[in-house]
């Protein structure tokens, strides 16, 4: 019964972010600070991550190939549709589940916990508008940095298969375009936004309704965390049995 | 001036606030007191639309809050200028910034004049040298500076405090106290400070309400409350060392 009472209030909580909206002057400064801190300051740590799993892809592929009939190509082609399919989109937003997520819940939380939204109520400001909606339009340029993602995961493919010694640039580059669905992009995006959009509401409810101290700010952000990871997964099972089968 | 009349609230099976009725007066400084848990907590944020209550009603200035559609009660909250007691100022903001807020969230000011403006208010809390730092780079009683001068900064008719100097030591809390009693003379406004501080009551107690278990207890003022004979009130005053002291000296006399 709690699990259905919180889903019912987190819808509850997405309707109220929309209506009664902050002035706009002050909206726009909060979509450009929400922008730096969601977007441009993961970058740094998306990009790291997504070149070396897109190397351990590439490595992983390569040294699974023991059998001779099967072309090198595959080392191109594996890599494209492990980071284009899945590694970009999904695990890469449960990354951010655990960077952008807690970073939301804990900030949220301690201006709960530090009765700054109960200022900001008191003044009449509807707080999940000025909280929540800046961080819901920021995270609309998540997919641009999946993109970053894809294309950094498959540039580290090629620069492990090729100058790892596992195949040739000219196998690799075959492999990579061989078969190429463009679809599969749409897709890809498709889910991100969604992810997107999970990751700005999951963290900012679990930040937004938590009661008590700092301690429960620190349950709350692993709480968020765990939720979003499952909602993210869900709902990538969902979409992809939806648009791929 | 805010009356309340019959205010109920609860949670889940506990009723906190049992059926309240009393007024706050404009141009005064009045006083809730009360022990911990006697509901003056509550009372202040039901009286601010923080928690609905189940049922009654509370007029300021002869307008029926709950009565009220949002845009409405939000008219209102303008109009209302609030001290937390842990200041509530916004950390990623410097202390210019808090309180210019206000102004840029209600008014179509230019940031000069709100500038402007906040410079008046924070010269009126004796406020120096502060406007560029965070709140976490000042003490404790600057916050409370701040927070005050953010909550008068766009002229309220209503300012409400709770607890405005727990934490601090006990000379920057009487300048505190009398601070907020020139700014309710100076401005003219309608001031509620919830409190359990028998100094604070001293000083500038103009008109008290004592709270017990969620019930209006006694009402009076700062003269009044060291005659009178209810047993509840003289076990709150007199509950420390010092006032008993006072107490007996005065009997001695």
């Known amino acids: 019964m709690t699990y259905l009472h919180d889903i019912g209030k987190y819808f509850l909580m997405i309707k109220e972010t929309f209506v009664k909206p902050t002035k706009g002057k002050v909206l726009r400064v909060l979509i450009f600070k929400e922008i730096d801190d969601l977007i441009i300051g993961s970058l740094g740590i998306v990009a790291f991550i997504s070149f070396f799993v897109g190397g351990v892809v590439a490595i992983q592929t390569a040294l699974n190939l023991t059998n001779p009939i099967i072309p090198k190509e595959l080392i191109g082609f594996a890599s494209r549709q492990s980071v284009i399919l899945e590694f970009a989109p999904t695990f890469l937003s449960i990354i951010m589940a655990g960077k952008v997520g807690s970073f939301i819940t804990s900030s949220i939380g301690t201006m709960r916990v530090t009765e700054q939204i109960d200022a900001l109520e008191v003044m009449g400001i509807n707080s999940l508008n000025y909280l929540v909606f800046p961080k819901i339009v ?32 000219d196998q690799f580059l075959t492999g990579l375009k061989d078969d190429f669905i463009p679809f599969h992009i749409s897709y890809a995006f498709i889910k991100t936004f969604i992810f997107s959009f999970l990751l700005a509401t999951i963290p900012s409810f679990h930040g937004f309704y938590m009661r008590g101290g700092a301690l429960e ?29 | 001036m805010i009356e309340v009349r019959e205010l109920r609230k609860g949670f889940g099976d506990v009723e906190v606030l049992k059926g309240l009725t009393t007024s706050f007066d404009k141009g005064k400084t009045n006083l809730i007191i009360g022990q911990s848990g006697s509901g003056k ?29 949002f845009e409405e009660q939000r008219a209102i909250r303008e109009k209302i200028g609030m001290v937390f007691q842990g200041s509530a100022l916004f950390d990623s903001m410097t202390v210019e910034e808090n309180i210019m807020f206000p102004l840029q969230m209600f008014t179509k000011m230019k940031k000069t004049e709100m500038r402007e403006r906040a410079n008046v208010v924070i010269d009126r809390v004796n406020l120096e040298n502060a406007n560029h730092k965070l709140p976490s780079e000042i003490s404790g009683g600057m ?46 406004i309608t001031t509620i400070i919830n409190t359990h501080d028998m100094n ?38 007199y509950s420390s060392n010092l006032f008993k002291m006072v107490r007996k000296a005065q009997n001695a006399q």
């Not at chain 2, 278990?213 to 005053?237: H, M, P, S, Y």
């Open chain 2, 143 to 188: 916050q409370k500076r701040v927070a005050i001068a953010r909550a008068i900064v766009n002229n309220p008719r209503y300012l409400f405090c709770d607890e405005p100097n727990s934490g601090l030591d006990p000379h920057t809390a009487t300048v505190i106290d009398n601070l907020i009693q020139e700014i309710t003379k100076e401005f003219n």
């Open chain 2, 41 to 69: 907590t509550v009372f202040i944020k039901s009286m601010l639309g923080l928690f609905r209550p189940d049922s009654g009603k509370i007029l300021y200035d002869g307008i029926c809050y709950s009565d009220l559609d």
């Open chain 1, 138 to 169: 920021a995270m609309c340029f998540y997919p641009f940095v999946i993109a970053i993602a894809m294309f950094l995961g498959i540039l580290g493919a090629y620069i492990a298969a090729v100058y790892g010694g596992f195949t040739t640039a």
């Open chain 1, 217 to 245: 700010v620190g349950k709350a952000s692993t709480t968020s965390f765990v939720w979003t990871s499952v909602s993210i997964i869900v709902v990538n099972y969902f979409i992809t049995q939806m648009l791929l089968s």
């Open chain 2, 200 to 237: 604070s009551v001293m000083e500038i107690g103009e008109k008290i309400v004592f709270l017990k278990e969620g019930n209006l207890a006694w009402e009076g003022d700062k003269t009044q409350i060291f005659r009178t004979d209810n047993e509840e009130v003289t076990n709150f005053v």
